[in-house]
Nanobody, 125 residues
Framework: QLQLVESGGELVQPGGSLRLSCAVS????????IGWFRQAPGKEREGVSC????????NHASSVKGRFTISRDNAKNTVYLQMNSLKPEDTAVYYC??????????????????WGQGTQVTVSS
C-alpha cells in the first residue's frame, strides 16, 4: 500500500516561510495526483493545494493563492508545498494525500485514496 510521510512543519513567525515535504514510498509517485490539506483545531479538514501526476495541473484554495506553491519531483518521489507570507490563520496540521485519478487534481477530500499522518504548522509571534 502507498505510504505518505509529511515533514517540515514547525513554529514560524507571521510573514515567514516554510517548505513542507510529502515523501511517497512503496510505489512510484508518477501514478498519483497529490493534494495538500489542513485541519485547524475545531475546524473541518480543507483542501489547500493539489498537483496532477505530471505536474501540468495545479490548483490552490483562494485563501492561499499567491502565497503557496505546490511542486513535485517524481525522481525523488516527493511533493513540496512552499508556503510564504504565512499568517496565524494558516496554523493547522497539514496532510498530503494521493489519488489514482492522476490526469488532474482536486481539493475535495473524497477524491483521495491514501493519506499521510500530518505535520504541525504553527504561525505565531
Amino acid at each position: 500500500q502507498l505510504q505518505l510521510v509529511e515533514s517540515g512543519g514547525e513554529l514560524v513567525q507571521p510573514g515567514g516561510s516554510l517548505r513542507l515535504s510529502c515523501a511517497v514510498s512503496r510505489f512510484t509517485l508518477d501514478y498519483y495526483a497529490i493534494g495538500w490539506f489542513r485541519q485547524a483545531p475545531g475546524k473541518e479538514r480543507e483542501g489547500v493545494s493539489c498537483i496532477s501526476s505530471r505536474g501540468v495541473i495545479t490548483n490552490h484554495a483562494s485563501s492561499v493563492k499567491g502565497r503557496f506553491t505546490i511542486s513535485r519531483d517524481n525522481a525523488k518521489n516527493t511533493v513540496y508545498l512552499q508556503m510564504n507570507s504565512l499568517k496565524p490563520e494558516d496554523t493547522a496540521v497539514y496532510y498530503c494525500a494521493a489519488s489514482m485519478q492522476r490526469a488532474t487534481c482536486s481539493l475535495v477530500l473524497s477524491w483521495y485514496d491514501y493519506w499521510g499522518q500530518g505535520t504541525q504548522v504553527t504561525v505565531s509571534s
